[in-house]
């Protein structure tokens, strides 16, 4: 399946489930009518930083935007059956590792070009969700609010989200990472 048609899809089928009309995904995303339109015909490669708004908007992590919803839930994603976006802004592409089980838990392969950056601005979450980093090969400064940490290949840092977030290859060549993800309810 097409990468833009299966984020079309998410994206229609997670505002129709919430009861959204596009004017007030709109207004809760930040991101234009039009926009949102484009999106979920299929008809734009979205940023990361848009992709990301939206999913705050409608209560989700970035990653699950990237599910099939008419997939039969199995316990084994192959790689030929894992998703692959690329930011049309950064250049970093990204795999969806995880199944399509609705996991609390989802894993991300990143390749992220030379000298990019991107930046994620996080309002709260309607859920806890942590995200840890595990550097494979290159370099990369991970910023998460006021934190800030250069990774090299084999460290890894976790931190927690609903804060800004921001990511960049410093070095020369590309850098891999892997991403987990793991949404909790918040306590009440």
């Known amino acids: 399946m097409d990468i833009n048609q299966l984020i079309a899809g998410r994206v229609l089928t997670l505002r129709n489930a919430r009861g959204l ?3 007030a995904l709109a207004e809760r995303s930040g991101v234009s009518r039009s926009n949102i ?7 734009s490669s979205a940023t ?9 908007a409608l209560g989700v992590t ?4 990237f599910e099939a919803d008419d997939a039969a839930p199995s316990p084994l994603s192959t790689r030929a059956q894992q998703p692959v976006w690329t930011d049309p802004d950064s250049g970093y592409t990204r795999r969806q590792l ?11 392969e990143v390749v992220f ?4 950056r991107v930046s994620y601005d996080q309002p709260s979450h309607s859920a806890d969700i942590h995200q840890q980093v595990w550097l494979l090969e290159g370099e990369i400064i991970v910023t998460a609010g006021e934190q ?16 800004h977030i921001a990511y960049e290859n410093p ?3 590309p850098a891999r990472y892997l991403v987990s993800l793991v949404t909790l309810p918040f306590a009440l």
């Open 98 to 108: 995880s199944p399509g089980l609705r996991s609390p838990m989802q894993l991300v």
């Open 62 to 65: 970035l990653a699950s935007l």
């Open 48 to 56: 990361a930083t848009v992709l990301d708004k939206l999913a705050n």
């Open 21 to 23: 009309s596009l004017a």
């Open 171 to 173: 070095g020369p060549t």
């Open 113 to 116: 070009p030379p000298r990019r």
């Open 148 to 163: 800030q940490w250069h990774l090299q290949a084999g460290d890894c840092v976790a931190f927690r989200e609903g804060q």
């Open 37 to 43: 339109s484009l999106i979920e015909r299929g008809e």
